[in-house]
Structure formats: structure tokens, C-alpha cells
């Protein structure tokens, strides 16, 4: 019963922009920290950003550092993760991912549960 749901992905042109969202079903988010993954085809899926349980506390990867922002809604149980800046290299499938705790994380194996995925595709 516990469901997370990624929306927000598509097609943009590099340089573009793109908000991703990741809402709960089943539980609220205020004691969970969530990460942002990414896998594209034939490659291991890799974390992208992650925010803390508490007042905001966040993690980058160094790919994407200063181009994307991860925050929270915890009212409406939501995570955004607004990318600018887009590359080709960006193009993947995003999934977000939660855990109880406090501190933000990238570690895969760290995270309970995962949502579907949205498809980010950057091309001219």
C-alpha cells in the first residue's frame, strides 16, 4: 500500500528546463528522507540528490551540482526536483526513493521503497 509516484518527465532541448515530482501514497513524507535516481540504458542507476527529513538539508551529485534543486512539501507529501540547464547526458529513466531517518543519502541500498520512474529525454 505504500506507493510513490513520479510525474513532471518528457522530452526538452538542451539548456532547457524540467520540475519532477515525487508524492507519496500510504505514509507522509516528514520523517523520510528522499533521493533522486537516475538509470539510463545499459548503464547502473546512480543518485542524483537527496534532501534530510528536517529543515532541508541536501546532497549533490557532482554531475548535476548548481544545475538542480531538490525541496520538499511535506503538507502535500512532495519532493521537486527542478533541473535547469539540461544536457543530453541527463536523459534517463528518474525514480525517487524513500527511507525513515534524517540524513540525506545517495547510497541505493539505504532506500525502502521506489516509485516507477519518469522519463527525462534531452535532445535537440
Known amino acids: 500500500q505504500v506507493q510513490l509516484v513520479e510525474s513532471g518527465g518528457g522530452l526538452v532541448q538542451p539548456g532547457g528546463s524540467l520540475r519532477l515530482s515525487c508524492t507519496s501514497s500510504?505514509?507522509?513524507?516528514?520523517?523520510?528522507?528522499i533521493g533522486w535516481f537516475r538509470q539510463a540504458p545499459g548503464k547502473e542507476r546512480e543518485g542524483v540528490s537527496s534532501?534530510?527529513?528536517?529543515?532541508?538539508?541536501?546532497f549533490y551529485a557532482d554531475s548535476v551540482k548548481g544545475r538542480f534543486t531538490i525541496s520538499r512539501d511535506n503538507p502535500k507529501n512532495t519532493v521537486y526536483l527542478q533541473m535547469n540547464s539540461l544536457k543530453p547526458e541527463d536523459t534517463a529513466v528518474y525514480y525517487c526513493?524513500?527511507?525513515?531517518?534524517?540524513?540525506?543519502?545517495?547510497?541505493?541500498?539505504?532506500?525502502?521503497?521506489w516509485g516507477q520512474g519518469t522519463q527525462v529525454t534531452v535532445s535537440s
Open positions: 526513493a524513500a527511507v525513515p531517518g534524517f540524513r540525506a543519502t545517495l547510497a541505493l541500498a539505504e532506500y525502502d521503497y
Open positions: 534532501i534530510s527529513s528536517g529543515e532541508g538539508g541536501t
Open positions: 500510504g505514509f507522509t513524507l516528514d520523517y523520510y528522507v
